[in-house]
């Protein structure tokens, strides 16, 4: 037993008291276990994008207990490269706007101002991470509202954690020659026959802009091809099947962040789930790349990678130095 797992029974016995039901103090270990899945998946990602320089959850057991009714502590404190020490308000919401409650919104404010430091709302949709500053909140009837759109143009997640929007060149990819050896079935259908062969792999290759051949690829550029929903094709011939994996010039772009559950979904069972509180917990983010930054330059480089993009914010907030 690791000792944060000793922590997170400790944690639910000292709520529920150590004489409470076994199968209720498990099932709650295992609740907690899965951790807050937008907020360790948000660490995760500001972890991976290479910017950030300290980023944790913040305690909001607050006492005394009427403190709530003026402050609301924060999900996360972080410190990026260029700055100093920033608090962010995490959420995951799939309607088009974002909305806060006047009150909610002003305690957490109020905190802010207590230690003097800038608010930031990290919200994701449709898989999608926006980070920018609470004063792009405008008030509609009732509550504090912004628009996806509205977040996008104002998003700090470039500037701050290093996020990027990048494309892979067109006919770059991964390449499988599978060599026959023995025919073991043929089976006659409506429009022709299926065959099953024994066959073996004897080439490896993969290609670069415009299908070009390469085996000069770092490892970490070859790992980028895992972030991408790569075109499949194939050649048939009498000795041998090649099957190509390659982008095309009909792809969009890809976010950074996007490409990090990409990267965690490829490794996974099928059927399972990325649990990000462990992700966090682990040494690397993602075992087979170190450096996504890095590795997204050298693949321009090498003309894996077509185009990356750096985002700036429409309007240059005060606390961050140009």
């Known amino acids: 037993m690791t000792d944060d797992e000793d922590r997170l029974i400790q944690e639910v016995l000292a709520e529920l008291g150590r004489d409470a039901d076994p199968k209720v103090i498990a099932d709650r270990v295992k609740r907690l276990d899965l951790g807050l899945p937008a907020e360790d998946e948000f660490i995760a990602v500001c972890?991976?994008?290479?910017?950030?320089?300290?980023i944790h959850k913040l305690d909001q057991h607050q006492a005394p207990s009427h403190s709530h009714d003026d402050y609301q502590v924060p999900d996360?404190?972080?410190?990026?490269?260029?700055?100093?020490?920033?608090?962010?308000?995490?959420?995951?919401?799939?309607?088009?706007?974002?909305?806060?409650?006047?009150?909610?919104?002003?305690?957490?404010?109020?905190?802010?101002?207590?230690?003097n430091m800038p608010l930031l709302i990290a919200w994701k949709y449709h898989?999608?991470?926006?980070?920018?500053?609470?004063?792009?909140?405008t008030k509609a009837r009732k509550n504090f509202n912004i628009r996806f759109d509205h977040a996008m143009r104002e998003n700090l997640l470039g500037v701050l954690a290093g996020d990027v929007a990048y494309k892979i060149s067109p006919e770059a990819g991964v390449?499988?020659?599978?060599?026959?050896?023995?025919?073991?079935?043929?089976?006659?259908?409506?429009?022709g026959f299926t065959e099953q062969w024994q066959m073996r792999v004897d080439k490896v290759g993969f290609t670069s802009a415009d299908g070009k051949p390469t085996d000069a690829l770092d490892d970490e550029v070859t790992t980028l091809f895992t972030t991408w929903d790569l075109?499949?094709?194939?050649?048939?011939?009498?000795?041998?099947?090649?099957?190509?994996?390659?982008?095309?010039?009909?792809?969009?772009?890809?976010?950074?962040?996007?490409?990090?559950?990409?990267?965690?979904?490829?490794?996974?069972?099928?059927?399972?789930?990325?649990?990000?509180?462990?992700?966090i917990r682990r040494d690397s983010v993602v075992r087979n790349m170190s450096n996504f930054t890095q590795a997204l330059q050298r693949a321009l480089e090498q003309k894996v990678v077509r185009i990356i993009l750096n985002q700036q914010p429409q309007s240059w907030p005060e606390f961050l130095p140009k």
């Open 47 to 54: 972890s991976w994008l290479g910017k950030t320089r300290l």
């Open 76 to 115: 996360l404190l972080a410190q990026y490269l260029k700055t100093g020490p920033v608090l962010i308000e995490v959420k995951a919401k799939k309607a088009h706007t974002l909305s806060f409650k006047p009150d909610y919104l002003e305690r957490l404010q109020s905190y802010a101002n207590l230690v």
């Open 127 to 137: 898989g999608i991470w926006t980070l920018f500053e609470a004063q792009h909140l």
């Open 175 to 191: 390449h499988l020659r599978f060599k026959k050896e023995k025919l073991i079935d043929t089976e006659k259908t409506d429009d």
């Open 231 to 279: 075109t499949e094709r194939q050649i048939h011939s009498d000795t041998h099947i090649e099957m190509q994996f390659v982008a095309t010039d009909d792809d969009g772009m890809m976010f950074g962040h996007m490409a990090l559950v990409h990267l965690l979904n490829w490794s996974l069972p099928d059927g399972a789930s990325i649990n990000w509180r462990h992700t």
